[in-house]
């Protein structure tokens, strides 16, 4: 029997480490309709591409991808709407307070389920230049090689 307290990880946005430099993670409940489970459950979701934004005092995940439930024909939903973020408003007002600083952003690293809800990681961010990227590739590979010599 799997315990209660496993993640079941959904999608994964590996690419934003790679791109953002991260400064602050938050973990997040989403509003979904029952469709959009279904589909998270049948791990057919995408989050590369999609960002969280802060909007008349409340947060918003924007552009992620959740395709339609096969089975659902007309309650189905819509594949790119924008879906509802549940955090406390302290967390909130601290988000938009970094947010409005230059060059961050809001870009979630992690959709998974705990406890059989859906629950997503979401980082603020400062984008990286591109000498940035190559010196994280560099130290990432001297990181392997150093670890393959000891």
Do not use: C
Not at 11 to 29: C, H, L, P, S
Not at 44 to 59: M, N, P, Q, R
Not at 67 to 93: G, M, S, T
């Amino acid at each position: 029997m799997a315990e209660a307290n496993t993640k079941n990880t959904v999608a994964d946005n590996r690419r934003a480490r790679f791109d953002y430099e991260i400064v602050d993670t938050i973990q997040a409940g989403i509003v979904l309709t029952g469709t959009e489970v279904k589909s998270l459950r049948n791990n057919k979701v995408t989050i590369g591409e999609s960002y969280a934004s802060v909007e008349d005092g409340e947060l918003w995940l924007i552009n992620s991808h959740i395709p339609e439930f096969l089975q659902a024909n007309r309650f189905n939903h819509e594949p790119r709407r924008r879906r509802k973020l549940l955090v406390k408003r302290r967390e909130i007002d601290r988000l938009s307070r970094s947010v409005s600083r230059e060059g961050m952003t809001i870009v979630p690293l992690k959709l998974y389920f705990e406890k059989g809800r859906a629950k997503l990681d979401i980082a603020v961010a400062r984008g990286r230049k591109n000498h940035d990227k190559r010196q994280a590739i560099k130290d990432r590979d001297w990181q392997r090689s150093k670890a393959r010599i000891a």
